[in-house]
């Protein structure tokens, strides 16, 4: 059993950085490729940031870029989404999915491309 579970979300002020954490269980987490996601108020689910299963390969949102960094731990089964400069528009859910590959360089950066999903961490940023 797949089991995703995110932490870390809480409210902050504008500037500020925080990090998300996804622990993974049920899974050998390096073969998983891992990306992040977020739901703003009223909005879609929207593509945040990706990276293989390998940590060779990265991709973000261009909103993203320069200020968020996505990175995992496989010896502890975690992932990371490291945040910095937030705005009130970051304001969101943020839920991190996995799924299978073959190829450990490879990175997903479409929502149904993932099997699993955690069931997500709320951050509101203030201004």
């Known amino acids: 059993q797949v089991q995703l579970v995110e932490s870390g979300g809480r409210m902050v002020q504008a500037g500020g950085s925080l990090t998300l954490s996804c622990a993974a269980s049920g899974v050998t987490f390096s073969k998983y490729p891992m990306g992040w996601f977020r739901q703003g108020p009223g909005k879609e689910r929207e593509f945040v940031a990706a990276?293989?299963?390998?940590?060779?390969?990265?991709f973000y949102a261009d909103s993203m870029k320069g200020r968020f960094t996505v990175s995992r731990d496989n010896a502890e089964n975690t992932g990371y989404l490291q945040m910095r400069s937030l705005k009130p528009e970051d304001t969101a859910a943020y839920f991190c999915?996995?799924?299978?590959?073959?190829?450990?360089?490879?990175?997903?950066?479409?929502?149904?491309?993932?099997?699993?999903w955690g069931q997500g961490t709320q951050v509101t940023v203030s201004s």
């Open positions: 999915a996995a799924r299978t590959t073959q190829d450990p360089t490879y990175y997903y950066t479409v929502e149904h491309d993932y099997n699993y």
């Open positions: 990276i293989s299963a390998s940590a060779k390969n990265t």
